[in-house]
T-cell receptor, first 112, second 115 residues
Framework: GDSVTQMEGPVTLSEEAFLTINCTYT??????LFWYVQYPGEGLQLLLK?????DKGSNKGFEATYRKETTSFHLEKGSVQVSDSAVYFC???????????FGQGTILTVHP | GAGVSQSPRYKVAKRGQDVALRCDPI?????LFWYQQALGQGPEFLTY????????KSGLPSDRFFAERPEGSVSTLKIQRTQQEDSAVYLC?????????????FGPGTRLLVL
């Protein structure tokens, strides 16, 4: 079945550091890939998505590229801010109606 | 506009009690999903509705879990004879239409604690 693996966390960075959170997946067919973010005290919200191979999703300075050859969708940001502290979830939608399969989440803490 | 809402936000139940969790999706959204999120884990799929039809209930962990969406809008997840292992956050999400490219919009969740 479908599965998503995220890098082990938590991740702690200083402000303005470069961020990478690794995500790899296993799926049949042609899934769409997502990054969702959960800020403290808030619900899950979409950060970015990519719906086909080689697509790049981007939002709020974050980017991720759908790499079919390596089955990866790594999240990157060039300069993190304290306000980026949150839990980040990689997910895929592989069924016809869009059921999401999530990774276990990565806690990011950014210090001033 | 209004997002997905869920109620109650918190529920404490004694083992063996029945609970009902409500989800109000975004108006006009055809697809509705329920997920279960254990502490420190990613959400896991429970069940899917397309309008009023429950098309996938493969993620429901036991026959104590039951979900309905009778008029194709509001949905209720019911857990009978709750057990301690049912303690989790229950998330509802809706999307405008079925499809792998659709964005799901999540509610704030209901945190269930079974004592």
């Amino acid at each position: 079945g479908d599965s998503v693996t995220q890098m082990e966390g938590p991740v702690t960075l200083s402000e303005e550091a470069f961020l990478t959170i690794n995500c790899t997946y296993t799926a049949t067919g042609y899934p769409s890939l997502f990054w969702y973010v959960q800020y403290p005290g808030e619900g899950l919200q979409l950060l970015l998505k990519a719906t086909k191979a080689d697509d790049k999703g981007s939002n709020k300075g974050f980017e991720a590229t759908y790499r079919k050859e390596t089955t990866s969708f790594h999240l990157e940001k060039g300069s993190v801010q304290v306000s980026d502290s949150a839990v980040y979830f990689c997910a895929l939608a592989g069924t016809s109606y869009g059921k999401l399969t999530f990774g276990q989440g990565t806690i990011l803490t950014v210090h001033p | 506009g209004a997002g997905v809402s869920q109620s109650p936000r918190y529920k404490v139940a004694k083992r063996g009690q029945d609970v009902a969790l409500r989800c109000d999706p975004i108006s006009g959204h055809v697809s509705l999903f329920w997920y279960q999120q254990a502490l420190g884990q990613g959400p896991e799929f429970l069940t899917y509705f397309q309008n009023e039809a429950q098309l996938d209930k493969s993620g429901l962990p036991s026959d104590r879990f039951f979900a309905e969406r009778p008029e194709g809008s509001v949905s209720t997840l019911k857990i009978q004879r709750t057990q301690q292992e049912d303690s989790a956050v229950y998330l509802c999400a809706s999307s405008l239409a079925p499809g792998v490219q659709e964005t799901q919009y999540f509610g704030p969740g209901t945190r269930l604690l079974v004592l």
